[in-house]
């Protein structure tokens, strides 16, 4: 780093003193977090100040640095930069990286193009072509969970990346927000540039796409952007429902695909819709998207979350207990990236706090998160998360099915049910597929009375109860 200048009232000298300002709070981080933490965090930041000093750009790698770090640093951030300058300094963090923010202007993202490829990590560039494939090395099939969501779009996709231009071409991905489509996708890139080093491998956001045909439109440079897209032997283009009423766009798309497809080049698109639910989209263009395989990503099951949340844990070098992913996966349903977030949350409370992880330290650091939910406890409630966490089918809490293995959580389901509802017994006894109340009194007082001597059980029933209270 270069060492601060001293302060000068030409206007060429306020962006070094900016920059000092924000070494010196740079500085100071080094010596208050682990070396670790501010080598993973902190470090690899980089910040610019509004010449007046009222605001500083912090640009982050990628959209998980950016909400970790707003997070968990924001605040120290911001109380050092007021401390160090005398006034309050307002905080915008930017990504600078692959990632493209979902719906922002345009002119936002033509302003970054080349952060894109500087961020993506360990290039694979050929060095032939002045592009940057823009894929994301970290995200490939090893750390893609595979479930019964996505177990068809993972394997579509590993085959296009073995065996590109033939089957499934091209491969349309679809789903909602956060379920791995973008993951996907990098993965396909990535795997196919390990077989084969020297493809010409190109990710891009359909927004980048768009803002890269009007650079071409006003530079006049359409021969170059032509040349450049056809000669591809893999396009990954997400979110083409971005391509909506942008006519020249999808023009250009247009002949790109027809391009691609001769030539045996293989297209991946994802899209937040199935072809025929996109809107203002040429419907010839939609035709093609529809031409190869279709393919849905559905948002994980329980299994699935928990399954992830113990990865994600692992590949950050923390531990997360079943029962802990458990508690989570069963709270937190709507998306990976949600379930992420609430992992990131997690882990840093119990890093800052110097405790392991544990239910009710999640519960501690997820409050606000758990605390927006209905926190009604219903039977079928309990049913269904005694079922989940026996790994029984739900109809097994109203059959009349009597081996141990089904018996005995019915019987805790019926416990949890007296203990966290206000229900009788006979009403009990009605939801779980008409049983007598002596049966229900029965269960509650045999799980009530082993629960005192039997270690294991009572800690079951402590991880259940847990969950079912958020
Ligand atoms: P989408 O593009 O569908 O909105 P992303 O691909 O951006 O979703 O995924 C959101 C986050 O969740 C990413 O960090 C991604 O790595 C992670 N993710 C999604 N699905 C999985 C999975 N099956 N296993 C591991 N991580 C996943
Ligand atoms: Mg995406």
Known sequence: MNAPTPPNPTQAALPDAGQALWQACVDQLAQELPEQQFNTWIRPLNASLSEDFSRIHIEVANRFKLDWIRAQYAGRLSALLQQLYGQPIQIDFLLAAKEIPQRVSPARTLAVPEEFAAASGPSSETGLNAFKNRINTSLCFDNLV??????????????????????????????????????????????????????????????????????????????????????????????????????????????????????????????????????????????????????????????????????????????????????????????????????RKILAYSRFNQKEVSIQLARDALRDLLSIQNRQISVENIQKTVADYYKIKIADMYSKKRPASIARPRQIAMYLAKELTQKSLPEIGELFGGRDHTTVLHAVRKISAERQTLNELNQQLHVLEQTLKG
């Open 146 to 343: 595979e479930g019964t969501a996505n177990r068809m779009a993972r394997a579509a996709a590993m085959h296009v990346a073995n065996v590109p231009g033939q089957l499934y071409n091209p491969l349309f991905i679809y789903g909602g927000v956060g379920l791995g489509k973008t993951h996907l996708m990098h993965a396909v890139g990535n795997q196919l540039l390990v077989n084969r080093p020297d493809a010409t491998v190109l990710y891009i956001h359909a927004e980048q796409f768009v803002s890269d045909v009007v650079k071409a439109y006003q530079r006049k440079t359409f021969d170059e952007f032509k040349q450049y897209y056809h000669s591809l032997d893999l396009l990954l283009i997400d979110d083409v429902q971005f391509f909506a009423n942008k006519d020249r766009t999808q023009e250009e798309f247009f002949n790109a695909f027809e391009a691609l497809l001769t030539k045996k080049s293989h297209i991946v698109m994802t899209s937040d819709t199935y072809p025929k639910g996109l809107t203002d989209i040429h419907e010839r263009l939609v035709s093609r998207f529809d031409s190869g395989l279709t393919v849905a990503i559905e948002p994980p099951e329980l299994e699935m979350r928990v399954a992830i949340l113990i990865a994600k844990a692992r590949s950050e070098g923390a531990d997360m207990p079943e029962e802990v992913a458990f508690f989570v996966a069963k709270n937190v349903r709507s998306n990976v990236r949600e379930l992420e977030g609430a992992l």
